[in-house]
């Protein structure tokens, strides 16, 4: 497959395919091990990224892939680079690619499926398995997920180790195998180590067979690996340089040709190994089992064992020479195992056993459109955000399926009184020992609340797997998680690989901004809106005022319950905003329409037209979020000097953008004028200049005034923030009314 997509196919642009032939090969045997040996139909694999070839191959044995798609590997419409749950043909349980987060998407699947048997009944039996690479060890986020007590005891999941010493620039150094080992039994786990051959086996059963397996065990891997592609008499001059005398008499016995298939025999490509080792981790049930599969990179290639091998392709006499040693022609190399065949009869009973039930049909569930929540005094968003999800949970219908969890912020991100009501999910119950009468931390199998460590990209693992429970663990349910919003940064990774796999789920970023003035710039966010409105699967939410955070946050979990795809990203202040202005708009405009404008992304606050038709200058100033308070005393101040100032509530940049986007696309994509889309012809009055007016970088709404084809004055925070008052910071950063009343002269000015 590898070798067709770079030597058959013209690409027409130059640019190598790639492919992985090293990587896939290091894994063909456990993966021909698992398929047609050891999984059930109801177990979930994650798959190394590098050997996506060997995965797709063996699909297509199964009779699961189109024989098509065999020749599309890395091409439009073809099969992806590595394993994609949304882009692939075939059947993927996660996405991998990002090093690090397909290995922990199992782990956290098997936690979600903890809760959902603990909830809803048990579902049938799921070992979740993942395959990753010895270098993706290398990654933090692994150890995070490993440490994590939500992640403890779960005997279904077992990790398979490639253990071929080498990354993509060189040999791992030094021996490692002690150390992460003493990692994750330190953090509860099983280790399984499988690493000789049957040929060494034998050898070590010999005398001197003692000191030649110590000898193995300590050699560095720069100085093993160096034996391949030497010749015998090399290999054994140099690995028996300083060797002990009983090795050195072990090996003068084996012949010059037997040398290296006897010093290279790991137990990673004996199936027999494989399946004992998989074996041995199915028998422990209390705790997850890692295996660690030594392995040669490039295994039965020319290329093994060398150090440059990870994006090395063999060339097509390589292949011819490959493809002929397993006795197969170009006609021929495409064909599937005959059925009359026992290796075929093989192959049909396993495509049997590993076929799935269809999918249940899910119960469906209305979330209504608004709990009713209102506020006579100042409020802030992060309070109403908790005050919604209490009233959620007085749903019956809703309420079972509503699940929390936060890196060790709930109660300072206000989902307290959730987690009051639904208490906090453990697999067995706890008893409190502290008796604390704002917080009842009630821990038990009933808890809807996954408590986890400050570790925010294993926030964004377990909601990814929450949101996609209707999948791995045939149960819907309705996933909220909160972090401080600046922190959003540290879980992006995860964050944009939870999106990737198609999760849907709600996160709050809570506080945000340097609203939190007395925390200082290391925990004032200013760029969080531009990953909200750039990150694909993603829509950005920021309300300003409590009614329409009870709106577009009924409006989000009624989409997950209609199992609409995407996740939202409410981004949330402390600051507390008089109810005043938005019930006023509420009496202007009446609740439908207004509900309707701010799920569509924007609304006009105040309504400047009275002002205007006398002729005045106008402006509009467009805000979202917590900076609402200054730009209607902008917009007073404005008008005091007889300039008609209208204020529109952006609430979801994100809705308004794409509407725009889409309506300029398809305008290019029909060669026609686009049209305005009507969140912006309803919100802006045309042809007016604009200032926008934002709690973060003032390049994320910047495009405005492209949008509105008008000067726009864009005011934001560009810099980092530091400690002081509200008001102290919004001076610094000209967020302050005066200076957005400049900034309403200055765009009436580029306006002519």
């Known amino acids: 497959m590898v070798d067709s997509a770079n030597h058959d196919r013209d690409t027409a642009d130059g640019v190598k395919v790639g492919g992985h032939q090293a990587s896939s090969a290091s894994m063909v045997s456990v993966l021909t091990a698992l398929y047609f040996a050891h999984l059930d139909a109801a177990d979930r694999v994650s798959v190394k990224p590098h050997a996506s070839p060997v995965f797709h191959a063996i699909e297509y044995l199964l009779g699961r892939l189109d024989r098509s798609y065999l020749t599309r590997l890395r091409a439009l419409g073809g099969l992806q680079s590595y394993p994609s749950r949304t882009k692939d043909p075939d059947q993927v349980d996660f996405s991998t690619g990002s090093v690090g987060l397909g290995a922990a998407a199992p782990l956290f699947a098997a936690a979600v499926r903890r809760y959902v048997d603990a909830h809803f009944g048990a579902r049938p039996h799921s070992r979740f398995i993942a395959l990753l690479g010895d270098a993706e060890l290398d990654e933090g986020n692994v150890w995070e997920a490993v440490a994590d007590t939500a992640t403890a005891g779960l005997g279904n999941v077992t990790w398979i180790v490639d253990l071929n010493r080498q990354s993509l620039d060189r040999i791992v150094p030094g021996v490692r195998i002690g150390q992460w080992g003493g990692l994750f039994e330190a953090a509860g786990w099983h280790t399984v180590e499988v690493k000789y051959g049957r040929r060494l086996q034998s050898a070590f059963a010999r005398p001197g067979g003692d ?7 300590a050699m560095p891997n720069e100085r ?5 592609g030497m010749s015998a008499s090399v290999a054994r001059a140099q690995f028996c340089e300083g060797a002990p005398d009983e090795v050195v008499e072990l090996l003068r016995a084996v012949p010059d040709a037997d040398l290296l298939p006897l010093l290279t025999d790991l137990a990673g490509h004996d199936p027999a190994s494989i399946l004992e080792a998989l074996r041995a981790a199915d028998a422990v049930t209390d705790r997850p089992t890692v295996v660690f599969l030594y392995t040669v990179k490039g295994w039965g290639l020319p290329i093994a064992g060398n150090p440059r091998n990870h994006s090395a392709l063999l060339t097509t006499e390589q292949v011819d020479t490959l493809r002929a040693a397993n006795g197969l022609t170009a006609a021929t190399e495409w064909d599937r195992l005959d059925p009359a065949t026992p290796a075929g009869a093989l192959v049909e009973r396993r495509r049997a056993e590993l076929t799935r039930p269809a999918r249940r049909p899910a119960a469906q569930v209305t979330v209504p459109t608004s709990t009713g929540l209102r506020s006579s005094r100042p409020l802030s968003t992060q309070e109403a955000f908790g005050r919604v999800l209490v009233n959620l949970s007085r749903i019956p219908e809703v309420a079972p399926l509503l699940v929390t969890t936060a890196p060790d912020v709930a109660t300072s991100t206000n989902l307290a009184g959730f987690v009051n009501r639904a208490g906090v999910f453990s697999p067995q119950p706890r008893q409190s020992w502290n008796d604390d009468a704002v917080l009842r931390w009630t821990e038990s199998p009933a ?3 996954i408590e986890l460590g400050i570790a925010e990209m294993n926030v964004f693992l377990l909601l990814g797997q929450l949101g996609l429970a209707w999948d791995l663990s045939d149960q819907p349910l309705l996933p909220i998680g909160t972090v401080y919003d600046p922190f959003v940064c540290r879980g992006l990774d995860a964050f944009i690989y939870a999106t990737y796999s198609g999760s849907r789920f709600i996160v709050a970023g809570t506080p945000s901004g340097i609203t939190l003035a007395p925390e200082g710039g290391a925990h004032q966010s200013t760029i969080t809106p531009s990953i909200g409105l750039e990150l ?20 989000a979990l009624g989409r997950i319950a209609r199992e609409e795809p995407g996740a939202y990203y409410l981004r949330l202040s402390t600051r507390p905003l008089d109810q005043g202005p938005f019930e006023a708009a509420r009496a202007r405009l009446g609740d439908a329409v207004l509900r309707q404008q701010v799920i569509a992304g924007a ?4 309504d400047a037209s009275e002002l205007a038709a006398t002729g005045a ?9 917590a900076v609402l308070p200054e730009t209607l005393a902008a917009a007073a101040e404005l008008a005091d000097e007889g300039i008609a100032a209208h204020v529109v509530d952006v609430t979801s940049l994100d809705r308004v953008y794409h509407a725009w986007r889409g309506a300029i696309r398809e305008g290019v994509r029909s060669a026609r004028p686009p049209a305005q889309p009507g969140v912006l012809r309803t919100a802006f009055p045309a042809g007016v200049p ?4 934002h709690d973060a970088s003032s390049h994320a709404m910047a495009w405005l005034g492209s949008a509105l084809g008008v000067a726009c004055v864009p005011m934001g925070v560009d810099g980092f923030g530091q400690s002081g008052s509200v008001q102290e910071l919004y001076r610094v950063h000209d967020l302050a009314p005066g200076a957005i009343v400049n900034a309403a002269l200055a765009a009436l000015s580029l306006s002519g």
């Not at 609304?603 to 105040?606: A, E, G, K, S």
Request: glycine share 6%.
């Open 211 to 217: 000191a030649l397996r110590s000898w193995l065990d």
């Open 224 to 228: 093993y690996q160096a034996l391949f």
């Open 447 to 449: 808890g809807q609340h």
């Open 536 to 555: 694909p699967g993603v829509e950005l939410l920021e309300p300003a005022y409590v009614t329409a955070l009870d709106w577009q946050l009924c409006d």
């Open 603 to 606: 609304y006009r606050l105040v």
């Open 617 to 625: 200058p106008v402006v509009t100033l467009a805000a979202t979020g």
């Open 690 to 693: 604009v200032v926008t007016v």
